[in-house]
């Protein structure tokens, strides 16, 4: 006898925990292989214009999924406005600073020219409510449109001024730091299940305890250490203090930003940020943890160890 496509027994089983972390694990390691393929490849094209269209894919869905969050929660943006000027920003400031040189990348001048297309970003927001005459929460609608372009692409593309920056291979430091945060997924995630009992917030993340935010830094700074020790001379001026500090930073913000995404996905009601992987979530459910520590990263590079200064 068929079974209705609607019965119970018809729908696949719940993943588990485990299942969720592994796949997710899996999804991210697979995901950033490529990236850093493209990135360590000594072929000019393939390094620069297969990163940047992975870089620009990942804003793109990454940002449709906030947007859909949003709409979710019942609030109103302009979601083809905010996709539309995260490209722009991501391809602009991929060709400012890999074809820049010089004074050009000093003195935070590619954080200048992403100042500009951000204050025209605000100001087109503004002129777009202007014309949108069906839509009287204006002020929602331009906040909402802004913050996504902030949370995802603006934070993503650190990762490219990290990976251009003067005086140090920004290649090795992009693979330090998505290393370093994943390392704390892992070290929360293990630490947690095995001897977690203390909840951390858990009207926003049930699953979050303090012995795993724990596990997560010693994990996290653990690898942070290793790293810089087996890379040598590929890290340059990053010694062993410069590396606990940033694994201790890193984990931090990475357990941070991972509330941060399940705040978001409580509000609008939703179990995961989308559907991009089945059975584990969204774009946003891989970077969550990573888009808060590549600015973090790149401020410490800039104004603690002074790269590129």
């Known amino acids: 006898m068929s079974v209705p496509p609607n019965s119970p027994a018809s729908t696949p089983p719940a993943l588990s925990k485990s299942q969720i972390f592994v796949r997710r694990l899996g999804s991210t390691v697979f995901l950033w292989t490529i990236v850093l393929t493209a990135m360590f490849s000594t072929n000019a094209l393939v390094a620069n214009w297969v990163f940047l269209s992975l870089?620009?894919?990942?804003?793109?869905?990454?940002?449709?999924?906030f947007y859909g969050l949003v709409e979710k929660r019942g609030l109103?943006?302009?979601?083809?406005?905010?996709?539309?000027?995260?490209?722009?920003?991501?391809?602009?400031?991929?060709?400012?600073?890999?074809?820049?040189?010089?004074?050009?990348?000093?003195?935070?001048?590619?954080?200048?020219?992403?100042?500009?297309?951000?204050?025209?970003?605000?100001?087109g927001l503004c002129v777009r409510q202007f014309v949108a005459k069906g839509n009287p929460n204006g002020l929602a609608a331009i906040a909402?449109?802004?913050?996504?372009?902030?949370?995802?692409?603006?934070?993503?593309?650190?990762?490219?001024?990290?990976?251009?920056?003067?005086?140090?291979?920004?290649?090795?430091?992009?693979?330090?730091?998505?290393?370093?945060?994943?390392?704390?997924?892992?070290g929360a995630y293990v630490t947690g299940s095995l001897i977690g009992r203390h909840k951390m917030i858990p009207r926003i993340s049930p699953g979050k305890t303090?012995?795993?935010?724990?596990?997560?830094?010693?994990?996290?700074?653990?690898?942070?250490?290793?790293?810089?020790?087996?890379?040598?001379?590929?890290?340059?001026?990053?010694?062993?203090?410069?590396?606990?500090?940033?694994?201790?930073?890193?984990?931090v913000a990475a357990v941070i930003g991972d509330l941060i995404e399940s705040l978001f996905k409580r509000e609008a009601g939703v179990k995961d940020s989308g559907r991009f992987f089945p059975g584990i979530g969204g774009i946003l459910d891989l970077l969550d943890s990573l888009l808060f520590n590549a600015p973090l990263m790149y401020l410490y590079l800039r104004h603690v160890m002074r790269v590129g200064a």
Request: aromatic share 14%; hydrophobic share 55%.
């Open 55 to 65: 870089m620009v894919l990942l804003a793109v869905t990454g940002l449709l999924e």
């Open 144 to 186: 909402t449109t802004l913050l996504g372009l902030m949370y995802v692409p603006w934070l993503l593309n650190f990762i490219q001024k990290i990976n251009y920056l003067p005086g140090i291979e920004g290649r090795f430091y992009v693979l330090f730091f998505i290393i370093v945060t994943k390392f704390s997924d892992l």
């Open 76 to 123: 109103v943006c302009f979601r083809w406005f905010g996709v539309v000027t995260g490209v722009v920003l991501m391809a602009a400031t991929h060709f400012y600073v890999a074809n820049a040189s010089g004074h050009q990348l000093r003195a935070g001048k590619p954080n200048d020219f992403e100042t500009g297309i951000l204050v025209l970003f605000v100001l």
């Open 210 to 251: 303090w012995e795993g935010f724990g596990g997560a830094i010693v994990i996290s700074t653990g690898a942070s250490v290793l790293f810089v020790r087996l890379a040598g001379d590929h890290m340059g001026a990053m010694n062993l203090v410069h590396a606990a500090v940033l694994g201790v930073i890193l984990s």
